[in-house]
């Protein structure tokens, strides 16, 4: 039976990145090496770091004066170093999820934190609207992807401050104007590689602004200097992201795979709008692309686990949803198929027709 993976992260990958990851895996490059067991200083492997590099910018159209940098830690210890290196006295924070929440925790540890909008009083089932960004703040956080509660931002916030954005799952989902944030970070395993491996794209004069040391690990100098090799990177991730990259550019850049998690979500989302025993969970204009949330309708919740087995009898993987809502996950990251999603809403249909 076909499998189709829906899981959240780490996610589903092209198979022939999978494929040539795996090949360079039994021997890179044909060195007789393996890609798990080379140095990452031997001269095959800079090649892989600087093509991972320059594809980010090009597929991103980075402009001039941004690093992108390749660490270990996920967006998690990025919560950490983005307040290290940009909170100078005042920053401002979006709270959209629990990721938002998570990375404002740490900000407090380095200054003051202006939570500018929140909806966590209504379970964080839409993006705030209506708020207004103080300008004595060094930047406004975003998160915008919520990959828990299925919310999105999908465009460059218009505000007078400078951005940071947390795009661990939505990142080369869409074009971004990069030139309006200092910081771009992302935990790869959500839509761009397996996990290891964090991406981060900073505004070079930016840095070496915080009016406090920095340990040498968490100073982002550090890594730029020494372009992500100061220590050992996480090397298989980093190349399973290049192949992933390369499917990308081949695949029409960042605009195709807008327009396909569009087509995508429109398949997913119609279905759960027209099936008498499904609802989603967040207000209908800020629906994620990427983590398509629903709900059993109350008349149908002892339904749920039913509708559970049934999809995944029928090949359905890591649709259920995350514990703070419950109900059922459909993730459809860049490597999800139309395929997959007719294979969803056709379960979907199937087991409507059983009640």
Known sequence: MKKYNFNAGPSMLPREVIE???????????SGLSLMEISHRAKDFQPVVDEAVALVKELLQIPEGYSVIFLGGGASLEFCMVPYNFLLTKAAYLNTGTWA???????????????????ADAGYTFIPKGWECPTDVDYLHITTNNTIYGTEIRTDLDVPVRLIGDMSSDIMSRPVDVSKYDCIYAGAQKNLSMAGVTIVIVKDDKLGKAPRPIPTMLDYRTHVDKGSMFNTPPVVPIYSMLENLR???RNGGVEAMEKLAKQRAEIVYGEIDRNKLFRGTVAEEDRSLMNICFVMNDEYKELEKPFFDFATERGMVGIKGHRSVGGFRASCYNAQTIEGVNALVQAMKDFEKQQ
């Not at 040539?20 to 044909?30: E, P, R």
């Not at 929440?101 to 909806?119: H, P, Q, R, T, Y």
């Open 20 to 30: 040539n990851t795996a090949k360079q895996c039994l021997d890179f490059n044909g």
């Open 101 to 119: 929440k998570k990375a404002m925790k740490e900000a407090k540890l380095f200054g003051e934190v202006v939570e500018v909008a929140s909806s």
């Open 247 to 249: 499917w990308i550019k």
